[in-house]
């Protein structure tokens, strides 16, 4: 009796598991299928001239493209464009598309040699840093026919002043993203970031450029300054800062923000949009005293292998619908006007994304690189603002540490002797 | 003639990827920006000693540590039957079978003001406490990722200590701290040593606990020469002097330590 139950339930127990296995992949089909049907908005691309595409169609060539994390639609958000797959099926280039974390990280890649790239996107000051040091090679404008998207405002900037280097990918702004539950003060402007009431839950830029700017925007002085009282200034008024100062971060802003373990903190716009969208207590505000636009531009490097096949990706990359694609999926603004006017009303007067034309004209600054005295003295001036500690701590760090030595060697020395003695036992 | 050939291939590995990079560090901190000879940077790391200072200091600190807390760890290890310690051992280990970031980021969320360890403390009504972003948060992610290159060459040292001697010390009349201190703990200075040395080097040039820990205010030398190569200002020949007069203090260091030990064991340096 018993051991026909044990047969019958091992009999019965795949089937049941079968059953249910197949339920449950039914049953998902059935809600895919509603999904999609729901899903009106699945974008597809279309290119005004496929002509010019077709160019290395059967060479078999391949770019490589090295670009931010995070900064292009791979299409992973359901409806949204692979654009480096399409690339490669508009065009037959394959991409090779490899990822950096900072200008910096970037340009000692570069600097080191050993690495060969067909594209890269610094932003601004890195993009004049890098002309200066004959690192990135004039545009061929011919190639890239799609440049006449690119809205005026964003050409000839400071930082390549006749545009014959960059085309521009995407820009932004820094402002302030705060929690809006316990932060109920009006007219957030920068100094909030100094205010003594939230000690300890204010958040800074890990970055001296972007840290000074913030400091230079409250002294009244040039984003761009290269005057070392200016500088010695501005790293003053952040050393104050740094007692309320809860941590000096980067990415980890997404983190501390969301978990409520900090309530201010200066960031891009683009990633400020990123994290209101996960977390709906969090506020965005760009200050009325002004701000650092930055613009972050295609380049090809000096060595670049394949110019032409760059020119050609450039060009793709300002495509209405891949500039459209760009920007709705990394949350960045788009400097391409086509792209813009496909945009929602609503993201086009959020007042973070895109800004009215005056404020844009009068109230930012765009950076420009520095010489090699003003950075270097930005960098020690940093270095210093960090290392330095609260001054009671000071005092006494150096001589516990000599009075430690002393103790060390006094011991090795009674070591020693003690061992001697023994020995001569 | 054979034993040259067996080890031909650490030696090239050894040469190529340690010290041709050595002498390349020791190139660029005595060269400036066009190649010519230059002492300026080697000097200018004097800017920085309060950096050095801080961080050989709190490297001490978290070593100590390490030791009190692996060396009875240690000795009651090899006290157990076998079963029981290689599960031990694997227990040690298991910590490290996981990213390194990954363990130092899981005390990022521990630590903080809405993190795990105040939460329980406000259970009780208390707190909460500052422990992220302090100096104090720093020495305890350097205890806790090197902890086990700490316990592994103590142990190691022990279990071959031979059961006889100790036994050998009580019958000759030798109390338990006599035979610890006395037996013991010469017998087991070689892996004391290495101990050392493999969590004060490691802890004195870390650059990201300090910055997941210690909150980017805590700079330590690690953080400095990162900030050369990564930073904005991109000086190749300071980052490299600052690294090269690192290694100085280090290799002093060392040597000092050594004496410590008895002189006719060397201890991997």
């Known amino acids: 009796m018993n051991n026909s139950l044990k047969r019958i339930i091992a009999l019965l127990f795949p089937l049941v598991i079968g059953t249910s296995l197949l339920a449950g992949c039914s049953s998902d089909s059935v809600t895919d299928a509603d999904e999609e049907s729901e899903e009106t908005e699945v974008q597809t691309l279309t290119v005004a001239d496929e002509e010019y595409y077709s160019k290395f169609r059967d060479s078999g060539i391949s770019i490589n493209v090295y670009n931010w994390g995070e900064y292009i639609s791979d299409g992973s ?6 654009v480096n797959a399409e690339f490669t099926k508009l065009t037959g280039i394959k991409v090779n598309y490899t990822n950096y974390a900072t200008n910096e990280e970037l340009y000692a890649k570069l600097k080191g040699g050993g690495a060969s790239y067909d594209i890269i996107i610094p932003s601004d000051y890195m993009i004049s840093r890098m002309i200066k040091e004959d690192m990135i090679q004039p545009l061929d404008f011919g190639n890239i026919p799609n440049y006449k998207y690119i809205g005026e405002s964003y050409k000839n900037q400071a930082y390549d002043p006749d545009n014959a280097y960059s085309v521009p990918y995407t820009w932004g702004t820094v402002g302030i993203i705060y929690d809006t539950t316990l932060i109920e003060e009006e007219n957030i402007d920068w100094d909030i970031l100094w205010n003594e009431d939230y000690a300890d839950r204010i958040l800074m830029f890990d970055n001296p450029r972007d840290a000074f700017a ?40 997404f983190d501390k923000m969301g978990a409520g373990e900090a309530l201010i903190a200066p960031y891009y716009a683009g990633d400020a949009i990123t994290l209101m969208d996960e977390y709906e207590d969090l506020g965005f505000v760009i200050p009325e005293s002004g701000t650092n636009l930055f613009i972050d531009a295609m380049c090809i490097p000096s060595g670049a292998k394949q110019k032409e096949a760059a020119e050609m990706y450039i060009n793709f990359m300002c495509e209405p619908d891949i500039a459209y694609a760009t920007t709705s999926y990394i949350g960045y603004s788009t400097p391409n006007t086509a792209a813009y006017e496909m945009l929602d009303d609503e993201i086009k007067n959020d007042g973070i994304s895109y800004l009215d034309e005056e404020y844009l004209a009068q109230n930012t600054t765009v950076f420009r690189n520095l010489s090699d005295e003003a950075n270097q003295k930005m960098q020690d001036l940093w270095t210093e603002l960090k290392s330095t500690h609260d001054e009671t701590k000071n005092k006494w760090l150096v001589p516990l540490f000599m009075l430690a030595c002393v103790i060390l060697s006094i011991t090795i020395l009674i070591m020693r002797y003690i061992k001697k003695k023994k020995d001569i036992f | 003639m054979k034993n040259k050939l067996i080890s031909a291939p650490y030696l090239v590995w050894m040469v190529v990827f340690i010290l041709v990079p050595l002498l390349m560090v020791a190139y660029f901190a005595f060269t400036d920006k066009d190649g010519n000879f230059t002492l300026n940077y080697v000097a200018d790391v004097a800017q920085y000693s309060q950096i050095f200072v801080r ?29 029981t310690q290689s599960t031990m051992l694997m227990l040690v280990m298991l910590p490290m079978w996981m990213n390194f970031l990954l363990r130092t980021y899981a005390w990022m969320t521990m630590l903080g003001n809405n993190g795990i360890i105040n939460s ?13 972003n302090t100096e104090g948060a ?36 030798c109390n338990t701290w006599n035979t610890l201190f006395r037996v013991v703990l010469p017998l087991s200075l070689p892996g004391v040593m290495s101990g050392i040395t493999m969590v004060f080097v490691p802890a004195i040039s870390t650059f990201i606990i300090s910055r997941m820990l210690g909150g980017g205010g805590n700079l330590l030398i690690g953080d400095l020469i990162e ?39 060397t201890v991997l340096m």
């Open chain 1, 77 to 82: 958000d359901e409806g949204t464009l692979n």
């Open chain 1, 214 to 253: 913030i400091a230079e925007i409250r002294l009244g002085y040039s984003l761009n300054s290269e005057d070392f009282d200016e500088l010695e200034n501005a790293a003053e008024l952040l050393k104050e800062q740094k007692k309320v100062v809860q941590a000096y971060v980067m990415d980890e802003i």
């Open chain 2, 55 to 83: 961080s050989i200091w709190l490297a001490a600190i978290a070593t100590v540590i390490c030791l009190v807390i692996s060396y009875p760890l240690a000795y009651i290890l090899t006290g157990m039957s076998k079963n």
């Open chain 2, 120 to 132: 329980i403390f406000g259970f009780f009504g208390l707190g909460p406490y500052k422990m992220l």
């Open chain 2, 138 to 173: 720093v020495v305890l992610g350097m205890v806790y990722n090197y902890l086990p290159y700490m316990i592994l060459p103590l142990y190691s040292v022990m279990v071959k200590i031979d059961k006889s001697v100790i036994e050998a010390a009580s019958d000759l009349g």
């Open chain 2, 227 to 265: 900030m050369q190569f990564l930073g904005n200002a991109y000086n190749v020949n300071l980052g490299a002097a600052i690294s090269l007069v690192l290694m100085v203090i280090i290799l002093l260091i060392m040597t000092i330590m050594n004496q410590f030990g008895s002189d006719d064991e």
